[in-house]
């Protein structure tokens, strides 16, 4: 089992920088992965940045170059700095955990926490 728990969200004016955390606990030594995704309103969930355990990491196009992922394995929290905020980031974000156990695999999610970016 793996519980996660995000901190960070609120209301910034666009231009404006928020940094989500997400602190792991549990059976963190089998986590291979960690995602964060956002869901707008109406809209489907959406993968924004990815790190894996010992890889390079990725982001969606529409927010490379402004948002980074960073994992503190030491406190075993993953961060998300995000720059330059448009109103079109404002949504729930999400962390994911990736489990493995060998050949089983399962997500773990946090609760979400609320960006909202004002124009």
């Known amino acids: 089992q793996v519980q996660l728990v995000e901190s960070g969200g609120g209301l910034v004016q666009a231009g404006g920088s928020l940094r989500l955390s997400c602190a792991a606990s549990?059976?963190?030594?089998?986590?291979?992965?960690m995602r964060w995704y956002r869901q707008a309103p109406g809209k489907q969930r959406e993968l924004v940045a990815a790190?894996?355990?010992?890889?390079?990491?990725n982001y969606a196009d529409s927010v490379k170059g402004r948002f980074t992922i960073s994992r503190d394995n030491a406190k075993n929290t993953m961060y998300l700095q995000m720059n330059s905020l448009k109103p079109e980031d404002t949504a729930v974000y999400y962390c994911?955990?990736?489990?493995?156990?060998?050949?089983?695999?399962?997500?773990?999610w946090g609760q979400g926490t609320q960006v909202t970016v004002s124009s």
């Open positions: 549990g059976s963190i030594v089998s986590i291979k992965a």
């Open positions: 994911n955990a990736v489990w493995v156990m060998g050949a089983f695999e399962k997500d773990y």
């Open positions: 790190i894996p355990s010992g890889g390079s990491t």
